[in-house]
């Protein structure tokens, strides 16, 4: 059973460019979560989604920054117009349902140059 | 607003000895706490938890302590393997259980280099 993969691993954006990372959950997980370390940081909250449906978002930025899980292929997180306070490490985590642990992928490593 | 605080970055220890790693929050609302391990390039694993209802748990050679008046939880390991050498993250849920919500609020992580 593979665990929760995330692609790329590495991403190179210049400033103005859009970057999409990709999330597949655990298979048989339906709740994914997306969370940001910045440098020196522990990992902050961004969104929780479930196929289909944003549950919380609280932790997005307000401008730039969406998430997505659709009924069929893996969640996806944008960022537009990308600047180098982006540039960070991108871990994605998924469950089975609200009230099980969630298990987290290798991250995406997202820098702007 | 940093709600979950580990205030050591680093902790050396030999191996073999107790290595102690220290969290603190600030928020009375949390009422579930877990441990995750980190390696470099990896994702964090999940390693040990506690209910705000207990002070301790404990799973093999890792223990969790909370005291809740003080709003302070250790992890203990015990004794210490060359392989523990990780970053620790203390993280807070506001769920009553492991997944109640996995909204987690993290703290800054303490490294932890065991020696041979």
């Known amino acids: 059973n593979a665990g929760v993969m995330q692609n790329p691993r590495h991403l190179v954006r210049r400033r103005g460019q859009e970057a999409r990372l990709r999330c597949s959950p655990m298979?048989?997980?339906?709740?994914v979560y997306w969370y940001r370390q910045l440098p020196e940081e522990g990992l902050k909250f961004m969104v929780y989604?479930?196929?289909?449906?944003?549950?919380?978002e609280s932790g997005m930025p307000k401008e730039r920054f969406s998430a997505e899980f659709p009924k069929e292929g893996p969640s996806i997180l944008r960022i537009q117009q990308v600047v180098r306070g982006d540039s960070a490490a991108y871990f994605c985590?998924?469950?089975?349902?609200?009230?099980?642990?969630?298990?987290f992928g290798q991250g995406t490593r997202l820098t702007v140059v | 607003d940093q709600q979950v605080k580990q205030n050591s970055p680093s902790l050396s220890v030999q191996e073999g000895r107790i290595s102690i790693l220290n969290c603190d929050y600030t928020?009375?609302?949390?009422?579930?706490f877990l441990w995750y391990k980190k390696y470099p390039a990896e994702g964090p694993t999940f390693l040990i938890s506690?209910?705000?209802?207990?002070d301790k748990n404990e799973d093999g050679r890792f223990t969790v302590f909370l005291n809740k008046s003080a709003k302070h939880l250790s992890l203990h390991i015990v004794p210490s393997q060359p392989g523990d050498s990780a970053v620790y993250f203390c993280?807070?849920?506001?769920?009553?259980?492991?997944?109640?919500?996995?909204?987690?609020?993290f703290g800054t992580g303490t490294l932890l280099a065991v020696q041979p």
């Open positions: 985590a998924s469950s089975g349902s609200k009230d099980t642990e969630a298990f």
């Open positions: 298979k048989g997980h339906s709740h």
């Open positions: 989604l479930q196929k289909e449906n944003i549950i919380d």
């Open positions: 928020n009375s609302m949390f009422d579930y």
């Open positions: 506690i209910s705000s209802i207990k």
């Open positions: 993280a807070a849920s506001l769920g009553n259980s492991i997944g109640a919500t996995n909204k987690l609020i």
